[in-house]
């Protein structure tokens, strides 16, 4: 079928090496037609949410808050709830992208399987991809570490919000996950403990950087890997071992690997096809292939 003349005005407006990217990623979707994504923070810088790594794969900033430190220091805990209530507006505030609606159409045209995502914005569910594994858990929701009572962040941030009034003035630069680059006293802001349980430790329902991802969810992601056809890495320099374990998994099982990312990753070895490319771009040039 001959493309249509609006998909033929639209190629003609993409950059030659984002066409090429896009023709590149056409042809292994092709071959490979059920595929698991993994993707990472790279699919929603564009939907305004800082990513953690640069081109090299290294820190742009400190490493994120540590599990054991959050859980074992009251003034951790402090200083990551006064740096959340200032930097997590531009996480709930975040829509979808081009990245996100380019991998909810593959998933409606029936050449996704499954996606295993990295982020906890919940972004890939609101473009409308339906089998999607949370691998780090979703920010939008806080758990008692003690009871396992859970309720909505938002809720939490106005409860923060009115024992910490005068906090809701400053201003910081927008960290990735909801952070900010926020550094000051923060001895006087109050953290509520649990209202149910009256001791316990509300935590947003994520991986923290030293914690384990929950086994149910690497067990799920490890079942799709499996029955997949193939694995497609986008966006995710893949330097935590919690996604890198799935390109591991893939090519020891004779998975063909494909990756759309914009620098180093650490399966850079691993992949049939290295693809470095605008994401959102190069995801809605795919679209115009596979509408063609």
Known sequence: MPPSASSTEAASDVPAHVARAAASLARFITRHPRLVVLTGAGVSTDSGIPDYRDGD???KRPPPMNHQSFMSSHAARQRYWARALVGFRALSEARPGASHRGLALLER???IDTLITQNVDGLHQRAGNRRVIDLHGRA????CMSCDARRMRHDLHAELAARNPRWLDVEARIGPDGDADLEHDFGTFQVPDCARCGRGIWKPDVVFFGDRVPEARVTAARAAVSRGDALLVVGSSLMVYSGYRFARQAAAEGKPLACLNLGHTR?????DLKLEAPIGATLEALA???DA
């Open 57 to 59: 794969g290294a820190w």
């Open 267 to 271: 399966a850079d070895a691993l992949y």
């Open 288 to 290: 115009i292939h596979l």
């Open 109 to 111: 045209l029936d050449h």
């Open 140 to 143: 939008e929701i806080v758990r």
